[in-house]
């Protein structure tokens, strides 16, 4: 059973906007940080935002604060990231995350990864 899933990805053109979900089956999971992080290939793993359990706070990449916004709702055991006024360097696959920490870099995730959902964005 997959723990963490993602949808919403597909092709689109630049300065579109997309929404990515991922839903996730652990209940523990409502008492932990979800992340989105980003990866192209040949490229380390990158940062995009995080969410917290206990009153929604978010923390971004300041790169990406302005066009991307995370949110959750415990409810529905759902994240989300919207995505606005997409440019082709936003190209990636991104993958949700969840750890009892509060991390930036990829290696400190400690909990679960999704699969990943791809964006291509093209000029």
């Known amino acids: 059973q997959e723990q963490l899933v993602e949808s919403g990805g597909g092709s689109v053109h630049a300065g579109d906007s997309l929404r990515l979900s991922c839903a996730f089956s652990d209940p523990s999971f409502k008492s932990y940080y979800i992340y989105w992080f980003r990866q192209t290939p040949g490229k380390e793993r990158e940062f995009v935002s995080a969410?917290?359990?206990?009153?929604?706070?978010?923390y971004s990449s300041e790169a990406l604060r302005d066009r991307f916004t995370i949110s959750r709702d415990n409810s529905k055991s759902m994240a989300w990231l919207q995505m606005n006024s997409l440019k082709p360097e936003d190209t990636a696959v991104y993958y949700c995350?969840?750890?009892?920490?509060?991390?930036?870099?990829?290696?400190?995730?400690?909990?679960?990864w999704g699969r990943g959902t791809q964006v291509t964005v093209s000029s």
């Open positions: 995350a969840v750890s009892r920490t509060l991390v930036t870099v990829p290696s400190q995730i400690l909990g679960f």
């Open positions: 969410i917290n359990w206990y009153d929604n706070g978010t």
